[in-house]
């Protein structure tokens, strides 16, 4: 069946660093791929999204590229801010078959000043 | 604003009451979704609606008691809970369930059985 896989968290970073946080994916057919983001008290919101292999979906700084040789779909942003601190879920929508979303786990990102 | 809205933000209920978690989007969706979220675990996908129609009902207590009235509103009925069901309840809707667009997600219900 389709999955998504993230990496462990919590990630804690320093203002200003580097962020890289992976997803890999299983999925039959082509699925369309999300990245959702989850600030403290409130709901996912969609934060970039990409359609077809290849595809580099951005916003806010990050980004993200649809890599289907190896199944993934890793977030970064190359330089954090505090207010980046959420929880973040990679998620897939399998378009040839009668499923909801699939999400991951989640990866709780801490910025510390 | 993100064009779903859950009422009430918070609730908290004994295990005999009866209450009911409301959901309103006015983005011309015609799929709707109940989530629960608890603290340490994964989304759990409770209900899924397309068109108005139940497809989807993941093994959830009969507890919990969805309602569809029409394609903009969605309800969740509470009826003799139990602590463990205190969690973030989220609402989500979608154009088509597959989710080819993602899905729009509300704020919220933070609920607290006790």
């Known amino acids: 069946g389709n999955s998504v896989t993230q990496m462990e968290g919590p990630v804690t970073l320093s203002e200003e660093a580097f962020l890289t946080i992976n997803c890999t994916y299983t999925?039959?057919?082509?699925?369309?791929l999300f990245w959702y983001v989850q600030y403290p008290g409130e709901g996912l919101q969609l934060l970039l999204k990409?359609?077809?292999?290849?595809d580099k979906g951005s916003n806010k700084g990050f980004e993200a590229t649809y890599r289907k040789e190896t199944t993934s779909f890793h977030l970064e942003k190359g330089s954090v801010q505090v207010s980046d601190s959420a929880v973040y879920f990679c998620?897939?929508?399998?378009?040839?078959?009668?499923?909801?979303?699939?999400f991951g786990k989640g990866t709780r990102l801490s910025v510390i000043a | 604003e993100t064009g779903v809205t859950q009422t009430p933000r918070h609730l908290v209920m004994g295990m005999t009451n009866k209450k009911s978690l409301k959901c309103e989007q006015h983005?011309?969706?015609?799929?709707m979704y109940w989530y629960k979220q608890s603290a340490k675990k994964p989304l759990e996908l409770m209900f899924v609606?397309?068109?108005?129609?139940?497809?989807e009902n993941n093994s959830v207590p009969s507890r919990f008691s969805p309602e569809c009235p029409n394609s903009s509103h969605l309800f969740l009925h509470l009826h003799t809970l139990q602590p463990e069901d205190s969690a973030l309840y989220l609402c989500?809707?979608?154009?088509?369930?597959?989710?080819?667009?993602?899905?729009?997600f509300g704020s919220g219900t933070r609920l607290t059985v006790v």
């Open positions: 989500a809707s979608s154009q088509g369930w597959q989710g080819d667009y993602g899905y729009t």
């Open positions: 999925a039959t057919g082509y699925p369309s």
């Open positions: 990409a359609t077809k292999a290849d």
């Open positions: 998620a897939l929508s399998d378009r040839s078959g009668n499923t909801p979303l699939v």
């Open positions: 983005l011309g969706h015609n799929a």
């Open positions: 609606y397309s068109l108005e129609e139940r497809v």
